[in-house]
């Protein structure tokens, strides 16, 4: 291994210093892990809850209808319905309720202030309510509109959440100036004008930023961890000895990716940004690296297109151009060695740990993540062996 990779301190600190409302999220399934398999809620239990909270929200006579699981979720248990009510047309909705424990543990409160701030600046469902303690639905949900379009092409075939999804040409020309355009909308969102109230800046000092971002995820690996992987500690050890300072703090997504939006395939628009279950305030680098993650980029000629659009090297280019910050390559590399750590936190620790519980409604599917584990991690070594750019 490079000697720059090797530059290690005699101990990882102790990850204490995280985002508030990160750390409650975190600790709070440990109530959890006391109680016993998870029981999925029927469809005909949730439409009976879903009436009465709806009726709560202020929305009168609500009726529901047409209730069905949407596939996918690995994450959260999703439903379509159709709501109608006194006051206006019927309109479709889409319900994202938490399971016990998932593949990520996140915090449907946030989720719904992300969304209901960047209405109006990128395509985003309409966050209409949440039950952010499940006091009411009986698991945390968010309610949103429904909004149509694909997370791949029609004629292909591809993996769970964008993993091997190939655009092809044309499709890769038309996707790629809104999917950038859309990036630097979020990233321009001022965060402290006041809608984001359950969220903190990482402003203590130039570092935390970054120290943030990998205690989240050193913990949760503790946390949730069957065993042992003597990478994950080299890693850790290794980003704990060179956290970056942040340039500039931004909202980051998170989960910015191919596969994580809707399209419509004949306009070449994007018509809804998803997955926001990780949105907290960074450095802009993480969501640059998390696009150039190999397992839903491919390679073309040689070339890696990042999330299948277009080179790393343009992707930050053109990111540049569009924003006028500058894309650091050792702060970029920082952020691919942490996005591969996290990516093998998810895959071999919360998904192994959630099916192991019986605590979700996809256990097999959360296993079977455990094959996609191993690719990160040999992604992670041989990032860790190409070392840093200086």
């Not at 892990?33 to 999925?40: D, E, F, I, K």
């Not at 309409?126 to 952010?132: G, I």
């Not at 321009?188 to 930023?209: I, K």
């Not at 050890?237 to 809707?262: F, I, K, Q």
Request: include cysteine.
């Amino acid at each position: 291994m490079p000697s720059n990779a090797a530059q290690l301190v005699t101990e990882p600190a102790p990850p204490d210093d995280l985002e508030p409302a990160i750390a409650r999220t975190i600790a709070g399934i440990h109530a959890a892990r006391a109680s016993g398999p998870y029981h999925l809620l029927g469809v005909t239990d949730v439409a009976a809850r879903l009436a009465p909270f709806l009726a709560a929200q202020g929305v009168p006579s609500p009726r529901i209808s047409e209730l069905k699981r949407m596939g996918g979720g690995a994450s959260k248990e999703q439903f379509s319905f159709v709501l109608e009510r006194d006051d206006g047309a019927p309109r479709t909705c889409v319900l994202r309720m938490d399971p016990m424990e998932a593949a990520v543990i996140t915090s449907r409160a946030r989720e719904f202030e992300a969304l209901r701030a960047l209405a109006g600046r990128v395509p985003v469902p309409e966050a209409l309510w949440v039950d952010a303690d499940g006091s009411q639905l009986g698991r945390p949900a968010l309610i949103t509109g429904f909004v149509g379009g694909v997370a791949k092409p029609s004629n292909i075939q591809s993996n769970v959440s964008g993993f091997g999804t190939v655009l092809g040409a044309e499709l890769r020309q038309r996707l790629a100036a809104p999917f950038l355009a859309h990036l630097v909308a979020i990233h321009g969102l001022d965060f402290r004008a006041g809608a984001l109230p359950s969220f903190q800046a990482p402003d203590a000092d130039a570092q935390q930023a970054a120290r943030w971002a990998l205690n989240w995820w050193t913990r949760v690996w503790r946390n949730d961890a069957l065993a042992g992987i003597p990478l994950m500690g080299l890693a850790e050890r290794w980003m704990r000895a060179h956290l970056p300072a942040a340039r500039e703090l931004v909202l980051v997504h998170s989960d910015y990716r191919t596969g994580n939006y809707l399209f419509d395939e004949t306009r070449g628009d994007i018509t809804a940004i998803l997955d926001w279950e990780l949105v907290h305030i960074g450095d802009y680098h993480q969501d640059l690296a998390w696009i150039g993650i190999k397992s839903w980029s491919h390679a073309e000629n040689g070339t890696l297109l990042a999330s299948g659009l277009m080179p790393m090297n343009e992707l930050c280019a053109r990111y540049t151009a569009l924003t006028g910050r500058t894309v650091d390559a050792d702060t970029l590399y920082f952020y691919q060695v942490l996005g591969l750590y996290q990516c093998v936190v998810i895959c071999l620790g919360t998904s192994m740990r959630a099916a192991h519980e019986a605590h979700n409604h996809q256990d097999a599917l959360l296993a079977w993540l455990a094959a996609a584990g191993h690719a990160f991690l040999a992604d992670l070594m041989a990032l860790l062996e190409q070392g840093a750019p200086t």
